[in-house]
């Protein structure tokens, strides 16, 4: 009786050791050079984690979140700069983003006392004004100058930089020149700014820049919360700037 072959056939055994040792050495050859790359690789990785573990770690921000604004409720909450009228009166610079609470509000940004001679944006309902005194000089443009009926709750950027102020509402922008922004004092530029009697300045504070006589940025502050409490956090310094007078600070949204 006929019996089929095996299909179970082996190879001679030269044969079958000649391709089993050509396989082994392109499988070592294979690995030896993956195993080159994967070092080469987690040298570059081992370093990397090296830099970033010995890297020094970021410090918590000193405020729960920044929010929209912060609103003198009172009209006597104060953040105290800690900018000098000496470090800003001649090439220094000012920046405010702000909104108008009530007339009658004076102002956005001044000195500690009056012989700073800094009183930067305030408005008078009598005449229906808005103004900046800057070193003695008072500038002032009336409300239909931007289209508008009033200037309560009205969004404003007002700037000075170095000889040239301007304020811009409702799309307008206007400006003047001046010769020094304030006087060389050690008072501290306040923000909001001093009252005038029973003017008491009423303003949303979006954010405050400052630029120093040498045309450098030394303050750029934005309104924060803690907890509940209205503070400015300055991005340049990393300070945390609290109220430092009476009453408290309201708050807009977070961002």
């Keep these: 009786m006929r019996t089929l072959p095996s299909?179970?056939?082996q190879l001679p055994t030269k044969t079958r050791t000649h391709k089993t040792r050509r396989g082994f050495l392109s499988v070592m050859a294979l690995a030896l050079a993956n195993g080159a790359r994967a070092a080469a690789m987690s040298m570059h990785q081992q370093l990397f984690l090296l830099c970033v573990r010995n890297a020094p770690p970021t410090p918590p921000l000193p405020y729960d979140a920044e929010v929209e604004y912060i609103e003198s409720t009172t009209g006597k909450e104060r953040i105290y700069t800690g900018i000098?009228?000496?470090?800003?009166?001649?090439?220094?610079g000012l920046e405010v983003d702000f909104t108008m609470v009530q007339m009658n509000a004076f102002s956005v940004a001044a000195g500690i006392s009056d012989d700073y001679d800094l009183n930067f944006w305030g408005m008078d309902n009598i005449t229906n004004r808005i103004y900046a005194r800057l070193n003695g000089v008072k500038y002032s443009y009336g409300a239909q100058t931007f289209g508008l009926v009033d200037f309560v709750g009205v969004r404003a950027v007002a700037k000075a930089d170095d000889g040239t102020n301007e304020i811009t509402i409702n799309g307008t922008t206007k400006s003047f020149t001046y010769q020094q922004l304030c006087k060389d004092s050690s008072n501290q530029l306040v923000v909001p700014?001093?009252?005038a009697g029973w003017w008491y300045p009423h303003f949303r504070i979006h954010r405050v820049k400052v630029w120093n006589n040498g045309?450098?940025?030394?303050?750029?502050?934005?309104p924060v919360r803690i907890e509940q409490e209205g503070a400015m956090y300055d991005?340049?310094?990393g300070e945390l700037f609290r109220n430092a007078r009476t009453g408290s600070f309201a708050i807009g949204s977070d961002k």
């Design 84 to 92: 000098k009228g000496s470090e800003i009166f001649s090439h220094g």
């Design 7 to 9: 299909t179970n056939h």
């Design 215 to 222: 045309r450098s940025l030394v303050r750029d502050m934005v």
């Design 193 to 195: 700014g001093t009252s």
């Design 235 to 237: 991005r340049v310094s």
